[in-house]
C-alpha cells in the first residue's frame, strides 16, 4: 500500500519562502530526525505529570505515543500534532489521590476515563453543531479564569516540595535559576527545551547534596512492559463518583487547547482547519480515555511542538507518526521509568514554581489576547470570585460528590457571569459583548 505523503521538492531542502505540508515529508532520514525532534521537544513537559502525580510515565509515554497515533488517523493526516500529558489533570488527579488509599492511582484513572469519554462526546457534538456553543457557554472572560484558577489552585504543592527535605530549597533555587537563565540567554530549541533543561541542571546539582537516589535505577531492567494499572471501578466504589466535579473543569482546559491548537496550525499553514475541530477533540477523547483505562495519565495536543513546526517550518504528520512510534519504543524501558522517579523534590518545586504560574498566566493571556474589557462589571466580578475560590481551594460536599476549589471555581465563573448577563440585560443596562473566537494556547512554557 502506497503511503499518503508526497515529497516536498528533492525532499532534502525547504526554500526560505517554502514550508513543508501535512501531506509532504521529506526524505526519510531526515524525517526521523524531525520526529526524533518532536520527541524530545515533548519528553521534558509528559514527563512532569507522572512524576508529580505518582502515575507510571512508561505507561505515560505509551499512551502519550499511542494517542498521537490515533490523533492523526482519527483526524485523517490533515493535522499535525503530538498528544502529551495534560497539566489540567494534575490538581484532580492529586484530589483523587489523597482521598483514597495510598497509592491506588485508580481512583484518579477513573477520572481520566471520565474526562475521556466526555471529550469524545463533546467531539462529536462539535463535528456536528460547530464550535460556536462553546463560545456562547464560555466566553474569554470565563474561559480565562477557569484556565488561571487551575494553574493558581497548585501553588500548596509547590511549598509541600519546596520542605520535602532541608536541602530542597537549595535544589529548587538552582533549578529555577537554570531555567531563567536557559529561557533567556538560549533561542530557538534549546530556549523552549528550558523546563527539562533545567531540570537536568538540578538534578545534577542535587547528586553531591545527596537528593537523588540510583537505587531503584539499577535494579529495574533495561526491557519490560510499561507499569499499566486498572482503572477504578465505579459500580464496586460508589465514592469513584464524587471524584467527578473535581475533574470536570479539565473538559473546558482541554476543548480550548485543543480549538487553540487547530487555529494556531490553520495560520501557520494558511488554511481553514476549523472542520477538522471536532475530529481533534474526539481523537484526544479517544486518547485520553485510553490512557484512564490502562493507567496513563490524560492527553492534549502539545504547543512544544507547535514551536518546533514553527522553528523548522515543517508540518509533515509523517514525523509525527514517527516520533509516536519512538514514544512508544522508549515505555518499553523501565529504566526510563525509574530514572524519571528518581528526580527529587527539590527539582520538582524549582520547576512548578514557574510552570503553576505559568499555567495560570495562560488564562490572563486569553483574556490579553480577546481584549477582555475589565474595566466592565460583568467581567470583573466574572474573574474574581473564581480565581479566589480556586486559589483558596473551597469545598463543598454533598454526601459522597466532593466539589474542589477548581470545580467550584469552574461553576462560580460561568454562574456569575451569565447571571449578572440576563440580569444586566432585563434592567437594559451596558453588557459586555463576547468576542465569539477564544484565543487558547498550550499550558506549557515554550
Known amino acids: 500500500m502506497a503511503l499518503p505523503w508526497k515529497l516536498h521538492a528533492d525532499g532534502t531542502t525547504v526554500s526560505p519562502d517554502a514550508i513543508v505540508l501535512p501531506e509532504e515529508r521529506l526524505s526519510w532520514p531526515r524525517t526521523i530526525g524531525f520526529g526524533a525532534q518532536h520527541v524530545v521537544a515533548m519528553f521534558g513537559a509528559t514527563f512532569l505529570v507522572p512524576l508529580l502525580t505518582g502515575f507510571s510515565p512508561t505507561a505515560t509515554l505509551f499512551f502519550s505515543g499511542l494517542g498521537t497515533l490515533l490523533f492523526l488517523l482519527i483526524t485523517g493526516n490533515r493535522l499535525p500534532s503530538y498528544l502529551g500529558s495534560s497539566f489540567a489533570f494534575i490538581a484532580p488527579i492529586m484530589a483523587a489521590s489523597a482521598a483514597g488509599p495510598e497509592g491506588d492511582l485508580g481512583r484518579a484513572s477513573f477520572g481520566i476515563l471520565a474526562i475521556g469519554v466526555l471529550m469524545a462526546i463533546v467531539g462529536i457534538v462539535v463535528h456536528r453543531f460547530g464550535t460556536g456553543w462553546i463560545n456562547a457557554l464560555m466566553p474569554p472572560v470565563v474561559m480565562g479564569a477557569i484556565v488561571a484558577l487551575i494553574g493558581f489552585n497548585l501553588a500548596p504543592a509547590v511549598k509541600n516540595n519546596w520542605d520535602a527535605t532541608e536541602r530542597s530549597g537549595i535544589v529548587a533555587l538552582i533549578t529555577i535559576a537554570a531555567v531563567v537563565l536557559i529561557t533567556v540567554l538560549f533561542r530557538g530549541l534549546i530556549g523552549r527545551l528550558s523546563i527539562v533543561l533545567g531540570m537536568v541542571v538540578g538534578y545534577v546539582a542535587a547528586i553531591p547534596l545527596g537528593e537523588v537516589s540510583f537505587e531503584e535505577f539499577e535494579q529495574a531492567p533495561l ?208 453588557m459586555v459583548v463576547a468576542d465569539p473566537v477564544v484565543t487558547a494556547g498550550r499550558e506549557t512554557p515554550r
Open 223 to 430: 526491557f519490560g512492559l510499561p507499569a499499566f494499572h486498572a482503572v477504578g471501578n465505579p459500580f464496586a466504589d460508589p465514592t469513584l463518583w464524587g471524584l467527578l466535579p473535581a475533574f470536570l473543569p479539565v473538559v473546558l482546559v482541554l476543548i480550548a487547547e485543543n480549538v487553540g491548537h487547530v487555529k494556531s496550525v490553520g495560520l501557520m499553514v494558511n488554511r481553514d482547519l476549523d472542520p477538522v475541530t471536532g475530529r481533534a477533540l474526539l481523537a484526544d477523547g479517544v486518547s485520553t480515555m485510553l490512557a484512564g483505562f490502562g493507567g496513563g495519565s490524560g492527553t492534549t495536543t502539545y504547543g512544544e511542538n507547535i514551536g518546533v513546526m514553527a522553528a523548522t517550518r515543517v508540518y509533515s504528520t509523517a514525523a509525527y507518526w514517527v516520533a509516536g512510534i519512538f514514544a512508544i519504543l522508549l515505555s518499553f524501558s523501565p529504566k526510563i521509568g525509574a530514572l524519571i522517579f528518581s528526580v527529587p523534590a527539590g527539582v520538582l518545586a524549582g520547576v512548578t514554581v514557574a510552570l503553576y504560574g505559568l499555567i495560570g498566566l495562560i488564562g490572563v493571556k486569553i483574556w490579553m489576547d480577546n481584549k477582555v474589557d475589565f474595566s466592565k462589571p460583568i467581567n470583573q466580578f466574572s474573574a474574581a470570585i473564581p480565581l479566589i475560590v480556586g486559589i483558596a481551594d473551597f469545598t463543598l460536599q454533598f454526601g459522597s460528590v466532593v466539589f474542589n476549589g477548581i470545580a467550584l471555581g469552574t461553576i462560580s465563573a460561568v454562574v456569575v457571569y451569565h447571571v449578572m448577563r440576563s440580569l444586566s440585560r432585563l434592567r437594559g443596562g451596558e
